[in-house]
C-alpha cells in the first residue's frame, strides 16, 4: 500500500558550525483523519477523495484484516433491523457497481438471499415484514409449501418455509476493503498501514492524531472507524459506549460442484439453531452462526470453541441433508463489537465538531460497508446525509431514558 510521507525538518546550524538537520516529529496534513482501516475506513477514504477532500487514513495492522476481513461474507439486507434499509439499499447500490467504481472485482454475486425457519410459526412474522420492507424499497417473496420444495429441493423436511431476497448474496471479505484502500489511495489518498494511532486530541482548528511511535497526523475532521477498538478513542472525548467483543464462528468444507447459489439463514429464536451458508463458485461452502466464540480485543484474538462448531455441522445436515458427507478444511473467528440495542454508532459526536464516528456493526457491517463509507463522506463534506441515521447517533446512549432502561437490565 503507498504511503505519502511529509517529513517536516529544520536546519540549524550547530556548535561546530555545520549545518544539521533536526528531523522533528514527522507531520502530515489532511482534511480529513480516519483511524481504521476496515471496510468502514477504507470506502470513507475512497468516496472523501470522489469528493475532492484529502484524506489519511491511518491503519495499525494492514487494510481489512480484522472483522472486515474475517467475516462470512453476506451482503443481506432482509432481516435487518427496518431503521438499516435506506442505508443497506444504498450500500447495495454500490455493491452492483463496484468493479467499475473502483476498478477491482471483489467478488460480489447478487445470487440470492433465502432466510428460512423451522415449522412454519414465523412465517407470519416473515410476512409482516416483507411489508414493511417492500416500502422501504427492498422486495422479498415468501415461500412455503409446494413452491419452497420446488424452488429449494435441497432443503431439509424440518424447514417450513422462508423470505427470498432476489437482489441480495454474498462477496469476498478478504478482497472487499483492501480493493477500497487500493482505489482510495490512486485517488490521492494518503493511506498508512503498521501505523496504531495512540491519540486523538484537539489542537486549536485541528484534531491532532499520534501515532505510537510520534508521528503526528493533523486534520480539522476526524472519523473513527476502530471497530471493536473505537471505545477507547471516543471514551478520551467523553463519549464512552458499552462496546462489547464476540467472535462469530465460521468454517468452510471441501468443494464439491458449484450448484447453491442462493444463501441460506436459518431465523430462529434458539441461536444454536441460526446456522448460515454460502457456496463460492470454487465450490466450497462457507458457513456461520449458532453460539459465538471468546474475542479479546487487546490481544486481537478471538477463538474457535469446538462444541460450537459441531452445533454448526448437525445443524448444517439439518437444513440441507445432502451437505452431510462433507469434510471440514477449515475453521476461523473475527473480533467483532457490539452495542447493547444491535445498531451501529453512525454520524457526528455530540461532545466535538468535527469529530465523526461509525462502528459497533453488530454482526452485519459487511453489506453495510460500502454505503457507510459513502454516507459518511457526505456527512463529512456537507454536514450532513440523505440517507437517515439518526437512529444511529451515539447521542443515544447518553438520553435519560436509554440509560434508565439499560440499568434496569
Ligand atoms: C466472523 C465474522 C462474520 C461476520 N459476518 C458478516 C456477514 O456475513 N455480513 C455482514 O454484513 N457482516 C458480517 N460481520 C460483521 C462485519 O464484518 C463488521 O461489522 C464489519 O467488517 C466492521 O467493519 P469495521 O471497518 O467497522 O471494523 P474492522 O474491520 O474491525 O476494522 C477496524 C480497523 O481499525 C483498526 N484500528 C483499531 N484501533 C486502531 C488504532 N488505534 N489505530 C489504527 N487502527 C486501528 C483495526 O486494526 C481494524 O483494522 C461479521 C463479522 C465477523 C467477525
Redesign the pocket.
Known amino acids: 500500500m503507498s504511503s505519502v510521507s511529509a517529513m517536516n525538518g529544520n536546519a540549524i546550524i550547530n556548535d561546530a558550525g555545520r549545518v544539521a538537520t533536526i528531523v522533528s516529529a514527522a507531520q502530515y496534513q489532511a482534511d480529513v483523519i480516519i483511524?481504521?482501516?476496515?471496510?468502514?475506513?477504507?470506502a470513507a477514504a475512497f468516496f472523501l477523495r470522489q469528493r475532492g477532500r484529502s484524506v489519511i487514513l491511518?491503519?495499525?495492522?494492514?487494510?481489512?484484516?480484522?472483522?472486515?476481513?474475517?467475516?462470512?461474507?453476506?451482503?443481506?439486507r432482509q432481516g435487518r433491523n427496518l431503521l438499516q434499509i435506506p442505508l443497506a439499499n444504498r450500500s447495495l447500490d454500490i455493491w452492483r457497481k463496484l468493479p467499475q467504481l473502483i476498478g477491482e472485482d471483489v467478488e460480489f454475486l447478487p445470487s440470492g438471499h433465502m432466510r428460512v425457519c423451522y415449522g412454519t410459526e414465523r412465517l407470519g412474522m416473515f410476512e409482516d415484514y416483507a411489508l414493511r420492507a417492500r416500502e422501504l424499497g427492498l422486495d422479498l417473496e415468501i415461500f412455503s409449501g409446494k413452491q419452497l420444495r420446488e424452488r429449494f429441493p435441497f432443503l431439509g423436511p424440518q424447514i417450513g418455509g422462508g423470505s427470498y431476497s432476489p437482489l441480495d448474496g454474498?462477496a469476498n471479505?478478504r478482497l472487499a476493503?483492501p480493493a477500497f484502500g487500493r482505489a482510495a489511495a490512486r485517488a490521492g489518498a494518503q493511506i498508512f498501514e503498521n501505523?496504531?494511532?495512540?491519540e486523538v486530541e484537539k489542537d486549536g482548528e485541528d484534531f491532532r492524531a499520534t501515532?505510537t511511535d510520534g508521528r503526528v497526523f493533523r486534520a480539522p475532521a476526524v472519523l473513527i472507524?476502530?471497530?471493536?477498538?473505537?471505545n477507547?478513542?471516543s471514551s478520551s472525548f467523553g463519549e464512552s459506549v458499552n462496546l462489547v467483543a464476540?467472535?462469530?464462528?465460521?468454517g468452510v468444507t471441501e468443494p464439491v460442484p458449484y450448484g447453491l447459489k442462493t444463501v441460506i439463514g436459518v431465523s430462529a429464536s434458539n441461536d444454536l439453531e441460526t446456522l448460515?451458508f454460502r457456496q463460492i463458485p470454487r465450490g466450497n461452502i462457507i458457513f456461520?452462526g449458532g453460539n459465538r466464540g471468546p474475542?479479546y480485543p487487546d490481544l486481537?484474538r478471538?477463538y474457535v470453541r469446538p462444541e460450537n462448531t459441531l452445533n454448526q455441522l448437525y445443524q448444517l445436515q439439518r437444513i440441507a441433508p445432502a451437505l452431510r458427507q462433507l469434510n471440514l478444511l477449515r475453521v476461523?473467528?473475527?473480533?467483532?463489537?457490539y452495542l447493547p440495542d444491535d445498531l451501529?454508532i453512525m454520524g457526528t459526536s455530540t461532545k466535538e465538531p468535527g469529530l465523526h464516528y461509525?462502528?459497533?456493526?453488530?454482526?452485519?457491517?459487511?453489506?453495510?460497508?460500502p454505503g457507510?463509507g459513502d454516507v459518511m463522506a457526505e456527512l463529512i463534506d456537507t454536514g450532513s446525509t440523505v440517507t437517515p441515521i439518526e437512529a444511529f447517533s451515539i447521542r443515544r446512549f447518553f438520553r435519560e431514558d436509554f440509560v434508565a432502561r439499560a440499568l434496569q437490565r
Open positions: 483511524v481504521g482501516g476496515g471496510i468502514m475506513g477504507s491511518l491503519e495499525r495492522g494492514l487494510l481489512g484484516q480484522q472483522a472486515s476481513g474475517t467475516n462470512f461474507g453476506n451482503v443481506r454474498h471479505p476493503a501505523t496504531e494511532v495512540d501515532a472507524a476502530a471497530g471493536a477498538w473505537a477507547r478513542l464476540h467472535g462469530p464462528q465460521m448460515y456461520g474475542a486481537k478471538a476461523w473467528s473475527g473480533i467483532e463489537s451501529p461509525a462502528f459497533g456493526f453488530c454482526g452485519a457491517g459487511f453489506q453495510l460497508g457507510v
